[in-house]
């Protein structure tokens, strides 16, 4: 009962006790109701017509039991004295059918007042329970939208932290790769200097230790083997270039054999850089940042060494270390006779920026060291395609960016190079040649006017 008066349920019951108390009420009522119609089914009929025939009581008396007509006339007054004193009691005691009918229909009305008081309590009660039962069970559903809405918020509220919390742990660990890349890209740069730095301090002692050696074996080999030796390989040709992205030269260079270009330096930290020629208009292709792009070189070596890639944002004085191939050179041993073709893939940071891309070759043995840069653009809608003839195009004089031929053209004009695969395009006075696509060649279009097709 405790349960049901916290549901609300005692309201619904109550209705029920009082009815109960009120049929124990009546009760006496209703069994008094009951004895009389018993008891008065059949009415007496009026007391002034005779019980029964005495003159036949008498005379059967007088045959049947041979009684005097004293005695039988005695009898008779006895028997109708005693019928007549019960008769007159009952008599008294007995209604009229009129009073009767009124009874049995008052009770009758009785019982119907008290059935439809009955069936309205019942159907009160039962309206009263189904309402409750109703209300109850919305109070239920109400409350199940509301748990079923506190957790669904509850896991969205989770679910955003965990999805913030992951992002900052992603972009944390993004972070520490990058650190890592730049300590990465430094620790080579510093091994690629110090063992540039081992190399000389080696051909120093090369040097310092050959003559001893020299004065050794001069007393087993004929006087000529030494000086032959150092000839070979201080006269050994060697030099190193990039062939794509297109690398800075300086004016009218293509006509000296690209001797500034090519020559070599002592010491790569200390050095000009590229060579001291100034920046030019850009017309490499754009490149696109975040996939690798194939650098192109070429070599002519006698003996090992180390290429490294290097880049150095527009406005900033910092090179970043790309990568190294520190067997290069290996591949590359005897080129000197001819040229060896080669190249290196590295990866630029996405974006829409500018900068110089620098490609050094050190020497092993000489010290010697050979750079050059290049200029570029690197954008989203870059492509990092290049000709896969580029190379020979250096080794056959024709190398197109910052070229000038020293002869005077008209602004935007453009026309061919021999060969039809090149196209040039005048800036600021001066020829600057660009490569056609595969599968095109340069046509001239009429007078300053060319492209590819």
Not at 17 to 25: G, I, K, P
Not at 44 to 64: I, M, Y
Request: glycine share 6%; charged share 20%; net charge neutral.
């Amino acid at each position: 009962m405790m349960g049901l008066t916290k549901l609300g349920l005692q309201t619904v019951f109550r209705p029920r006790l009082q009815f109960r108390a009120f049929r124990a009420s009546i009760s006496p009522i209703m069994n008094q109701l009951q004895h009389a119609q018993l008891h008065h089914l059949h009415p007496l009929r009026p007391t002034h017509v005779p019980a029964f025939d005495t003159h036949s009581f008498v005379t059967e008396a007088q045959t049947e039991a041979a009684l005097k007509p004293q005695e039988a006339a005695a009898l008779m007054v006895s028997v109708s004295s005693v019928l007549d004193s019960n008769l007159l009691t009952i008599s008294q005691n007995a209604i009229t059918r009129d009073e009767f009918d009124k009874v049995v229909y008052s009770n009758n009305a009785d019982f119907n007042h008290l059935r439809s008081d009955i069936s309205l309590v019942e159907k009160n009660d039962f309206t009263i329970l189904k309402t409750e039962i109703t209300r109850l069970s919305a109070e239920v559903d109400r409350i199940g939208l509301r748990t079923a809405e506190e957790f669904r918020r509850i896991m969205s509220g989770t679910r955003l932290d965990l999805h913030t919390e992951k992002s900052r742990v992603r972009d944390h660990q993004n972070d520490q790769a990058i650190h890592l890349k730049e300590a990465d890209a430094k620790i080579e740069s510093e091994l690629a200097s110090l063992k540039t730095l081992l190399d000389g301090v080696h051909w120093e002692l090369f040097k310092t230790l050959f003559p001893l050696f020299s004065a050794a074996f001069a007393l087993i080999f004929s006087k000529a083997s030494v000086p032959l030796m150092i000839a070979h390989l201080n006269s050994s040709p060697c030099y190193s270039s990039l062939c794509w992205p297109y690398m800075r030269v300086s004016s009218g260079d293509i006509g000296r054999g690209w001797s500034d270009a090519l020559r070599r330096t002592n010491d790569l930290p200390t050095s000009p850089i590229c060579h001291g020629n100034p920046k030019g208009s850009v017309l490499t292709p754009a490149i696109r940042g975040g996939q690798p792009v194939t650098i192109s070189y070429i070599l002519t070596v006698s003996h090992g060494g180390n290429c490294s890639f290097l880049f150095q944002r527009s406005g900033s004085t910092t090179w970043d270390f790309l990568g190294s191939d520190p067997t290069c050179g290996e591949r590359g041993l005897g080129s000197y006779t001819t040229p060896y073709w080669d190249s290196f893939a590295v990866t630029l940071p996405q974006g829409s920026y500018s900068g110089i891309l620098r490609f050094a070759y050190n020497a092993r043995l000489t010290g010697e060291v050979f750079d050059g840069c290049a200029d570029i653009l690197v954008s989203p809608g870059g492509s990092n395609s290049y000709p896969s003839d580029s190379c020979k195009r250096l080794d056959t004089n024709q190398r197109p960016q910052y070229t000038n031929y020293n002869t005077p053209c008209v602004e935007k004009a453009s026309t061919c190079i021999a060969n039809r695969s090149v196209l040039q395009r005048c800036y600021q006075q001066q020829w600057y040649p660009v490569d056609c696509p595969s599968g095109t060649e340069c046509t001239i279009l009429g007078q300053d006017r060319a492209a590819c097709r």
